[in-house]
């Protein structure tokens, strides 16, 4: 037989031998499935597209460069301003479409309550992108 049997002689030895049929049957089963996928998956419909050509306008956000130095003095692009006319640059520059970049740059000196005051007023006025701007390590030196 082919999974083993009943012996005559009384002794109940397993097989040494692999059925390969089980395996052989699946192998075809499948490999008749892939024949009958295989065509489905190439086939496309013929479309001639329409060509065109343009290039994408795209603008690049303005930057604006806010500083302030060690004695809390602001500079809107490297031109002097009041502390009071600070929120309404930061308003007219959250108005403009596309809203432009704001890169903070602080001298090593400012203290953090000046910085995150400059920041939460930026968030106040609508400032979405709010940059720093350090210098790298061996430029200090």
């Given at each position: ?7 005559d ?29 295989a ?42 301003i ?60």
């Amino acid at each position: 037989m082919a999974f083993g049997g009943f012996d005559d002689k009384g002794t109940n030895q397993p097989m040494s031998e692999i059925n390969t049929t089980p395996l052989v049957d699946v192998m075809l089963v499948l490999l008749i499935i892939f024949m009958i996928t295989a065509p489905l998956l190439t086939h496309a419909v013929k479309i001639d597209l329409p060509t065109a050509s343009s290039n994408p306008a795209v603008t690049p956000p303005e930057t604006i460069t806010l500083s302030i130095d060690a004695k809390g003095q602001l500079f809107w692009n490297d031109a002097a301003i009041a502390a009071d006319a600070l929120p309404e640059h930061l308003a007219a520059a959250a108005a403009t479409d596309p809203q432009p970049e704001l890169q903070l740059r602080a001298d090593r000196d400012t203290r953090y309550q000046a910085l995150a005051t400059l920041m939460s007023e930026a968030r106040k006025a609508g400032i979405t992108r709010l940059g720093f701007v350090t210098l790298p390590d061996h430029a200090e030196r």
